[in-house]
């Protein structure tokens, strides 16, 4: 992914800049330069960023391996059927297998898919919307931010989980209607978090220097006020993205979400409930990978927060 | 305070408003025709399913209650604003509808099923005090010890726990591994496994969904304790204190305490409405037979009614709570509401 940077034109100093000014330490230049260093430090982010990049290259390659180590994720043959059914983990089956025979971790691997993509393009439409709404209701106030504002907190009044329900509800079970769900009803937080990141840039001088040479609003936003507000956004995005991953468990779990034989971990889960007695790991391994790849966000979050020097509520 | 109170409910009003329009376009974009969910997609006669569609004022009648046909004979479909108007109506007269499978009103059932949830959310809240403020306060005195990296850590790891998959894990753990202990109350059937005469066994199966529903909201807790603890320690006040020679102990239980606790009992007042919003997933995992499990089943039994009113009224329910919040928290902190008189100045 590629950041824009600060702009280097006249009068563009920054709470950035001068953080930087006073690190000096190293050549880098650029505020994500620097956030990067401090990144470095942070041993737990660091761990965090390890563990998200190998899931990502679990998911993306999948495909070209799995199946060969591991047999088909969805349908196991009738052979394996009968001799695979309820393994407790082993050599052969590290995370065991399944009533039907269906090795777990092949199917924990394919579920990563689900995850990441739900946690990643639920993320996106929730940013694009809550940008464009945040930008207009903070830039140009009046009757737009009443009307924004108060439209945020008629969503915000919904409980969460309750209202992507029904939402799903509405618009009938499927993985793209969880995605465009959790995707659709998160945009008020990030809009609130954008709108007050703006209101805070919008005050400072080199706005107005831009305005008196004739920027247009457009130019405005795009050019000095969002570059100066990225960080808190990237920052809150991440943390965006492990909720909308545990949504999306949620929902599988509810048996709203994939349909079966497709592997979900929040799927996964569900199916193992009803063998929790005789056969744990079933819903204990797709647990694991959810609880592990939803910290990794939440910590790298923490750590981008600190690096980027962000000031949010604590909570 | 009265005009606090007053600007708070007028503001409430709009916002009630909006959430009403949502639910009343969610459920009139259901899909499928709702006279084929009513009668569970079979074919009626044509004189009951008229009788049906006007009952549920899908289609415009005369004033003698007669559907009214248009020149080939159709029925004339209500308009949305009209539907709307009917559903508001409906609304306030505590009328949700009646249950597809049922047969039985949305506002029973409710009724029947919230004494579950709140009995539960009450437990949850308990646990969530005690631990939440406990953790945060400790982490807070003893500052980059062991027990807050502890602390930190282990609310870290909460946050990212799926609820349903940590109700699924203390169910393995105590009522499996731990069963010569625990007796092995599985299940944890609230009806209580040692029957109604045995009230001792009774509270045992609240325990475990109380704890799984209480999980992440103690780690906020704890979290936000810390922070505000921390923060009022910085106080010119508590310096003072200090300077009078006071203990810490002292200072920490008189003075700097319960400034800090205003936010955290706020924060575990709005939490209690989102759990009287019925711990969905708390509720499936443990076959609880609260709102929430009452949603769920609905949901797989495509019982919209029961889906839709349960929804209405939680989030009515949720937004009265968090209302009285917002007001008892601007009796705790005055800073609240002589804050809001001076905007309005």
């Given at each position: 992914m590629k950041y824009?940077?600060?702009?280097?034109?006249?009068?563009?100093?920054?709470?950035?800049?001068?953080?930087?000014?006073?690190?000096?330490?190293?050549?880098?230049?650029?505020?994500w330069g620097d956030a990067w260093k401090r990144l470095r430090r942070n041993k737990l982010a660091v761990i965090a960023v390890i563990w998200i990049v190998f899931v990502a290259i679990v998911a993306l390659t999948c495909d070209l391996w799995a199946q060969q180590l591991l047999g088909d994720p969805l349908y196991a043959s009738t052979a394996e059927m009968s001799k695979n059914t309820l393994l407790a983990p082993s050599l052969e089956h590290p995370f065991g297998t399944d009533v039907t025979g269906r090795d777990i971790l092949c199917r924990v691997i394919y579920g990563s898919r689900i995850s990441l993509s739900v946690g990643i393009i639920a993320t996106a439409i929730s940013t694009v919307i809550g940008l464009v709404m945040g930008a207009l209701a903070a830039y140009y106030g009046g009757i737009f931010d009443t009307i924004i504002m108060r439209l945020a907190d008629i969503f915000l009044a919904f409980p969460y989980t309750l209202f992507v329900i029904a939402m799903i509800a509405v618009i009938g079970n499927g993985i793209q209607n969880v995605f465009i769900a959790i995707g659709i009803l998160g945009w008020p937080s990030i809009a609130r978090v954008f709108r007050s990141a703006i209101l805070s840039v919008k005050e400072n001088d080199y706005v107005d220097a831009a305005r008196s040479m004739g920027a247009s609003d457009v130019r405005i936003v795009a050019r000095h006020i969002f570059p100066n507000s990225v960080a808190s956004i990237v920052v809150y995005a991440t943390m965006n993205i492990g909720s909308a991953i545990l949504t999306e468990a949620a929902l599988s779990y509810l048996g709203m979400g994939v349909t079966p034989p497709q592997p979900s971990w929040g799927a996964m889960i569900q199916e193992g409930q009803t063998f929790l007695t005789t056969a744990p790991w079933m819903m204990i391994m797709p647990g694991l990978a959810i609880l592990t790849t939803v910290l990794a966000f939440t910590l790298l979050g923490d750590g981008l927060r600190d690096a980027l020097d962000v000031k949010m509520k604590d909570a | 305070m009265g005009t606090y109170i007053a600007k708070r409910v007028l503001q409430f009003i709009p916002v009630f408003l909006g959430v009403t329009i949502i639910l009343f376009v969610l459920q009139n974009v259901?899909?499928?025709d709702p006279i084929r969910l009513i009668t569970g997609g079979r074919a009626v006669p044509e004189q009951t399913e008229e009788i049906m569609r006007i009952n549920n004022h899908l289609i415009q009648v005369d004033e003698n209650g007669k559907a009214l046909r248009d020149e080939n004979g159709e029925y004339i479909p209500t308009s949305l604003v009209d539907r709307y108007f009917n559903y508001m109506n409906k609304l306030f007269h505590g009328d949700l509808g009646t249950s597809y499978q049922k047969k039985v009103s949305v506002t029973s059932i409710f009724a029947q099923k919230y004494p579950y949830t709140v009995r539960l959310a009450a437990c949850a809240i308990a646990l969530e005090a005690i631990m939440g403020i406990g953790a945060g306060v400790l982490s807070a005195i003893k500052r980059y010890s062991f027990w807050?990296?502890?602390?930190?850590?282990?609310?870290?790891?909460?946050?990212?726990?799926?609820?349903?998959?940590?109700g699924m894990l203390l169910q393995w753990f105590f009522g499996i591994l731990m069963k010569q202990w625990t007796g092995g109350a599985f299940s944890m059937p609230i009806s209580g496994a040692g029957g109604p005469s045995s009230p001792y066994y009774d509270w045992m199966h609240y325990i475990l969904p109380a704890?799984?529903?209480a999980a992440v909201s103690t780690a906020y807790t704890a979290r936000i304790m810390r922070s505000q603890l921390l923060d009022v320690m910085n106080q010119d006040y508590i310096r003072t204190a200090k300077a009078k020679g006071l203990s810490k102990r002292d200072i920490i239980v008189h003075h700097a305490l319960k400034n800090a606790l205003i936010p955290v009992v706020t924060y575990i007042g709005i939490d209690f409405g989102g759990m009287l919003a019925g711990a969905i997933l708390t509720e499936t995992v443990f076959n609880w037979p609260g709102v929430g499990?009452?949603?769920?089943?609905?949901?797989?039994?495509?019982d919209w009614p029961i889906v839709m009113g349960g929804v209405t009224i939680i989030v009515v329910v949720v937004m009265v709570i968090n209302l009285?919040?917002?007001?008892?928290y601007?009796?705790?902190?005055?800073?609240?509401?002589?804050?809001?008189?001076?905007n309005e100045g």
């Open positions: 824009p940077k600060p702009i280097p034109e006249a009068g563009t100093v920054t709470m950035h800049t001068v953080a930087k000014a006073t690190t000096g330490d190293g050549a880098s230049r650029t505020l | 259901v899909p499928g807050d990296i502890l602390v930190t850590l282990f609310t870290s790891i909460m946050v990212a726990i799926p609820a349903f998959w940590l704890f799984t529903l499990y009452e949603i769920y089943r609905a949901i797989t039994a495509r009285i919040v917002d007001v008892s601007a009796f705790l902190d005055p800073r609240i509401r002589l804050g809001s008189s001076k």
